[in-house]
Protein backbone atom coordinates (compact mmCIF):
# COMPACT_ATOMS: atom_id res chain seq x y z
CA UNK A 1 0.00 0.00 0.00
CA UNK A 2 1.11 3.48 -0.07
CA UNK A 3 3.34 4.91 1.93
CA UNK A 4 3.05 8.71 3.74
CA UNK A 5 3.02 11.22 1.30
CA UNK A 6 3.48 14.77 1.60
CA UNK A 7 3.54 17.75 -0.39
CA UNK A 8 5.35 20.12 -1.53
CA UNK A 9 8.43 18.27 -0.78
CA UNK A 10 10.72 21.35 -1.49
CA UNK A 11 9.70 25.29 -0.79
CA UNK A 12 11.40 28.40 -0.84
CA UNK A 13 9.51 31.43 1.48
CA UNK A 14 10.49 34.56 2.79
CA UNK A 15 10.42 36.15 5.98
CA UNK A 16 6.83 36.90 7.06
CA UNK A 17 5.41 34.93 4.72
CA UNK A 18 3.38 32.07 5.41
CA UNK A 19 3.21 28.26 4.62
CA UNK A 20 0.69 25.33 4.46
CA UNK A 21 2.47 21.74 4.25
CA UNK A 22 0.10 18.41 3.54
CA UNK A 23 0.33 15.39 4.98
CA UNK A 24 -1.65 11.92 3.38
CA UNK A 25 -1.43 9.06 6.07
CA UNK A 26 -1.40 5.17 4.84
CA UNK A 27 -5.00 4.49 3.92
CA UNK A 28 -6.55 3.25 7.10
CA UNK A 29 -4.10 5.29 9.16
CA UNK A 30 -6.50 8.00 12.01
CA UNK A 31 -3.25 9.37 13.68
CA UNK A 32 -0.82 11.79 12.13
CA UNK A 33 1.80 13.50 13.81
CA UNK A 34 3.97 16.53 12.89
CA UNK A 35 7.75 16.64 13.89
CA UNK A 36 10.86 19.10 12.75
CA UNK A 37 14.18 18.20 11.97
CA UNK A 38 16.70 21.08 11.93
CA UNK A 39 20.85 20.41 12.46
CA UNK A 40 20.57 22.20 15.59
CA UNK A 41 17.79 20.80 17.51
CA UNK A 42 17.47 17.41 15.78
CA UNK A 43 13.62 16.05 15.63
CA UNK A 44 10.90 17.60 17.70
CA UNK A 45 7.68 16.81 17.77
CA UNK A 46 4.92 19.68 16.65
CA UNK A 47 1.64 18.44 17.26
CA UNK A 48 -0.69 15.24 16.59
CA UNK A 49 -4.09 15.15 14.96
CA UNK A 50 -6.49 11.63 15.70
CA UNK A 51 -9.78 11.77 14.08
CA UNK A 52 -9.93 15.72 13.00
CA UNK A 53 -8.94 16.77 17.29
CA UNK A 54 -5.62 17.78 18.36
CA UNK A 55 -4.07 15.21 20.84
CA UNK A 56 -1.05 16.51 21.23
CA UNK A 57 0.89 19.81 21.18
CA UNK A 58 4.92 20.44 21.26
CA UNK A 59 6.65 23.15 22.86
CA UNK A 60 6.10 25.37 19.78
CA UNK A 61 4.54 28.79 19.41
CA UNK A 62 1.77 29.65 18.36
CA UNK A 63 2.60 30.63 14.74
CA UNK A 64 3.10 26.64 14.09
CA UNK A 65 -0.97 25.02 13.89
CA UNK A 66 -2.47 22.35 12.22
CA UNK A 67 -5.64 20.47 11.37
CA UNK A 68 -6.79 16.85 10.01
CA UNK A 69 -9.69 16.25 7.54
CA UNK A 70 -12.37 13.71 7.78
CA UNK A 71 -10.36 11.73 5.50
CA UNK A 72 -7.18 11.96 7.52
CA UNK A 73 -5.55 14.17 5.54
CA UNK A 74 -3.50 16.91 7.49
CA UNK A 75 -2.05 20.43 7.17
CA UNK A 76 -0.22 22.11 8.57
CA UNK A 77 0.50 26.02 8.96
CA UNK A 78 3.01 28.27 10.12
CA UNK A 79 2.16 32.08 9.71
CA UNK A 80 4.95 35.21 9.98
CA UNK A 81 7.87 33.12 8.82
CA UNK A 82 11.03 33.56 10.36
CA UNK A 83 14.56 32.13 9.57
CA UNK A 84 15.25 30.06 12.17
CA UNK A 85 11.81 28.03 10.81
CA UNK A 86 14.00 26.46 7.75
CA UNK A 87 13.98 22.95 8.26
CA UNK A 88 12.72 19.91 7.38
CA UNK A 89 9.12 19.31 8.73
CA UNK A 90 8.15 15.34 8.64
CA UNK A 91 4.79 13.84 9.15
CA UNK A 92 4.25 10.03 10.83
CA UNK A 93 0.60 8.39 11.03
CA UNK A 94 -0.16 5.42 12.50
CA UNK A 95 -3.31 3.46 13.39
CA UNK A 96 -4.07 5.13 16.57
CA UNK A 97 -2.72 7.98 18.65
CA UNK A 98 1.35 8.17 18.30
CA UNK A 99 1.58 4.80 17.47
CA UNK A 100 0.27 3.87 20.49
CA UNK A 101 -1.05 0.31 19.26
CA UNK A 102 2.22 -0.75 17.93
CA UNK A 103 4.57 1.57 18.77
CA UNK A 104 5.45 1.89 15.36
CA UNK A 105 4.85 5.16 13.15
CA UNK A 106 5.36 5.60 9.46
CA UNK A 107 7.36 8.76 7.84
CA UNK A 108 6.98 10.53 5.27
CA UNK A 109 10.05 11.64 3.23
CA UNK A 110 9.58 15.48 4.44
CA UNK A 111 8.76 18.74 3.30
CA UNK A 112 12.28 20.87 3.59
CA UNK A 113 11.11 24.66 3.81
CA UNK A 114 13.71 26.98 3.41
CA UNK A 115 13.29 30.76 4.66
CA UNK A 116 15.15 33.52 3.13
CA UNK B 1 10.01 10.10 29.10
CA UNK B 2 13.44 8.54 30.22
CA UNK B 3 16.93 9.73 28.64
CA UNK B 4 18.37 7.69 26.66
CA UNK B 5 22.64 7.88 25.83
CA UNK B 6 23.95 6.64 22.98
CA UNK B 7 27.38 6.96 21.30
CA UNK B 8 27.57 9.44 18.18
CA UNK B 9 29.14 7.01 16.03
CA UNK B 10 30.53 3.91 14.98
CA UNK B 11 31.91 2.16 12.38
CA UNK B 12 31.20 -1.60 11.02
CA UNK B 13 32.70 -3.44 8.23
CA UNK B 14 29.86 -4.22 5.53
CA UNK B 15 28.64 -8.18 6.46
CA UNK B 16 29.68 -8.46 10.14
CA UNK B 17 27.45 -7.33 13.10
CA UNK B 18 26.36 -4.27 14.26
CA UNK B 19 25.63 -3.52 17.72
CA UNK B 20 24.34 -0.41 18.94
CA UNK B 21 24.27 0.67 22.26
CA UNK B 22 21.95 2.62 24.33
CA UNK B 23 21.71 3.56 27.78
CA UNK B 24 18.08 4.32 29.95
CA UNK B 25 19.32 4.25 33.39
CA UNK B 26 16.16 5.99 34.64
CA UNK B 27 13.83 4.16 32.64
CA UNK B 28 10.98 3.33 34.61
CA UNK B 29 8.98 -0.07 34.58
CA UNK B 30 6.11 1.10 32.04
CA UNK B 31 8.80 2.76 29.31
CA UNK B 32 9.36 1.00 25.75
CA UNK B 33 12.63 1.34 24.00
CA UNK B 34 12.05 2.12 20.47
CA UNK B 35 14.70 1.69 17.64
CA UNK B 36 14.16 4.12 15.07
CA UNK B 37 16.59 4.72 11.80
CA UNK B 38 16.91 7.99 9.87
CA UNK B 39 18.68 7.14 6.20
CA UNK B 40 19.83 10.21 4.73
CA UNK B 41 17.38 12.94 3.75
CA UNK B 42 14.60 10.09 4.19
CA UNK B 43 12.29 10.48 7.06
CA UNK B 44 13.12 8.06 9.87
CA UNK B 45 12.05 4.33 9.36
CA UNK B 46 10.53 1.78 12.95
CA UNK B 47 12.73 -1.08 13.62
CA UNK B 48 11.59 -2.57 16.62
CA UNK B 49 10.76 -1.99 20.05
CA UNK B 50 10.47 -3.75 23.23
CA UNK B 51 9.75 -3.69 27.02
CA UNK B 52 11.67 -6.68 28.76
CA UNK B 53 12.25 -9.50 26.68
CA UNK B 54 14.53 -9.74 23.57
CA UNK B 55 12.92 -9.35 20.40
CA UNK B 56 13.84 -9.80 16.92
CA UNK B 57 12.12 -9.36 13.45
CA UNK B 58 13.27 -9.66 9.81
CA UNK B 59 15.31 -6.48 10.35
CA UNK B 60 17.26 -7.00 13.65
CA UNK B 61 17.36 -7.94 17.35
CA UNK B 62 16.46 -6.31 20.47
CA UNK B 63 18.43 -7.33 23.39
CA UNK B 64 17.38 -5.50 26.59
CA UNK B 65 19.10 -5.85 30.18
CA UNK B 66 17.86 -7.60 33.03
CA UNK B 67 18.01 -4.40 35.20
CA UNK B 68 16.26 -2.43 31.90
CA UNK B 69 18.88 0.45 32.24
CA UNK B 70 20.56 -0.45 28.93
CA UNK B 71 19.64 -2.32 25.72
CA UNK B 72 21.71 -3.13 22.49
CA UNK B 73 20.46 -3.30 18.90
CA UNK B 74 21.64 -5.83 16.85
CA UNK B 75 21.94 -5.96 12.85
CA UNK B 76 22.98 -9.14 11.75
CA UNK B 77 24.57 -8.87 8.78
CA UNK B 78 24.98 -4.80 8.13
CA UNK B 79 25.08 -3.72 4.64
CA UNK B 80 26.35 -0.29 2.84
CA UNK B 81 22.57 0.58 3.02
CA UNK B 82 22.13 -0.24 7.05
CA UNK B 83 24.30 3.35 6.95
CA UNK B 84 22.08 5.58 8.78
CA UNK B 85 21.36 7.48 11.89
CA UNK B 86 20.36 5.29 14.55
CA UNK B 87 18.04 6.48 17.69
CA UNK B 88 17.57 4.85 20.65
CA UNK B 89 14.05 6.09 22.20
CA UNK B 90 11.97 5.09 25.69
CA UNK B 91 8.39 6.35 26.20
CA UNK B 92 5.53 5.64 27.66
CA UNK B 93 3.41 2.79 25.82
CA UNK B 94 0.09 3.99 26.46
CA UNK B 95 -3.16 3.62 24.87
CA UNK B 96 -4.00 6.71 23.54
CA UNK B 97 -3.22 10.51 23.89
CA UNK B 98 0.42 9.82 23.94
CA UNK B 99 3.21 12.26 23.39
CA UNK B 100 5.44 12.04 20.71
CA UNK B 101 8.59 10.77 20.22
CA UNK B 102 11.53 12.20 21.85
CA UNK B 103 14.44 11.62 19.39
CA UNK B 104 18.14 12.47 21.08
CA UNK B 105 21.02 12.63 19.12
CA UNK B 106 21.49 9.06 18.06
CA UNK B 107 24.63 7.15 16.04
CA UNK B 108 25.40 7.45 13.16
CA UNK B 109 26.52 4.29 11.90
CA UNK B 110 28.83 3.96 8.95
CA UNK B 111 29.24 0.23 7.28
CA UNK B 112 32.63 0.57 5.72
CA UNK B 113 32.50 -1.93 2.88
Known amino acids: KAGVTQTPRYLIKTRGQQVTLSCSPI?????VSWYQQTPGQGLQFLFEYFSETQRNKGNFPGRFSGRQFSNSRSEMNVSTLELGDSALYLCASSLLASGSNTGELFFGEGSRLTVL | DAKTTQPPSMDCAEGRAANLPCNHSTISGNEYVYWYRQIHSQGPQYIIH???NNETNEMASLIITEDRKSSTLILPHATLRDTAVYYCIVRVYSGGGADGLTFGKGTHLIIQP
Open chain 2, 50 to 52: GLK
Open chain 1, 27 to 31: SGHRS
